[in-house]
């Protein structure tokens, strides 16, 4: 089945310790995005990719970083995770401007410790 | 104030009840608007668009009223397995992508 795919299911790093979620997808949706969700929280957009156009949120700490190596996949690079950051990272994608909706991916839960 | 928001509830209701929820959106210019549902620890997954004419599919009925801006959902019969929270969604296109504004959503709990 054609789906969004995030990988790890659950990731847990070392305060200041790098990490990379990574995405891929089988849509062949030429936009991607990352979410993070915190608990109870609407999901917040980072940044996404408009086939190679990246684009940042104003607010999107410069802690996180994103790569685009091709149309399927997509990363999430945390480069000093800190306590804040734990949360839900969701990946989804849509077609063009996403009248249609998105598709997420299952998620990483990151635990900082 | 919030570009989107939602009655966060929770709402707790017997089964076969009819439970509506609405979200207000402050952004005139907002094109799109949907309504997805997430259940706990999982990701959100679509569960209808929104349209100024309505839309409804099986129980689920969700309308849009451009003038007061808001959206609704409503809910008949519902069953144990509707329980989760849902979640609002606008989109506007001011960049190349569309870009999409969550409610913190509005939880529902369908009791036996």
């Known amino acids: 089945d054609a789906m969004v795919i995030q990988n790890p299911r659950y990731q847990v790093t070392q305060f200041g310790k790098p990490v990379t979620l990574s995405c891929s997808q089988t849509l062949n949706h030429n936009v991607m995005y990352w979410y993070q969700q915190k608990s109870s929280q609407a999901p917040k957009l980072l940044f996404h990719?408009?086939?190679?156009?990246?684009?940042n949120e104003a607010d999107t700490p410069d802690n996180f970083q994103s790569r685009r190596p091709n149309t399927s996949f997509c990363f999430l690079d945390i480069r000093s995770p800190g306590l804040g950051d734990a949360a839900m990272y969701l990946c989804?994608?849509?077609?063009?401007?996403?009248?249609?909706?998105?598709?997420f991916g299952s998620g990483t839960r990151l635990t900082v410790v | 104030r919030k570009e989107v928001e939602q009655d966060p509830g929770p709402f707790n209701v017997p089964e076969g009840a009819t439970v509506a929820f609405n979200c207000t959106y402050s952004?005139?210019?907002?094109?799109?608007f949907f309504w997805y549902r997430q259940d706990c620890r999982k990701e959100p997954k679509l569960l209808m668009s929104v349209y100024s004419s309505g839309n409804e599919d099986g129980r689920f009925t969700a309308q849009l009223n451009r003038a007061s801006q808001y959206i609704s959902l409503l809910i008949r019969d519902s069953k144990l397995s509707d329980s989760a929270t849902y979640l609002c969604?606008?989109?506007?296109?001011?960049?190349?992508?569309?870009?999409?504004?969550f409610g913190d959503g509005t939880t529902l709990t369908v009791k036996p």
């Open positions: 990719y408009y086939d190679k156009d990246f684009n």
């Open positions: 989804a994608t849509s077609r063009g401007t996403g009248e249609g909706g998105y598709t």
């Open positions: 952004n005139s210019a907002s094109q799109s």
């Open positions: 969604v606008v989109m506007g296109y001011n960049t190349n992508a569309g870009k999409s504004t």
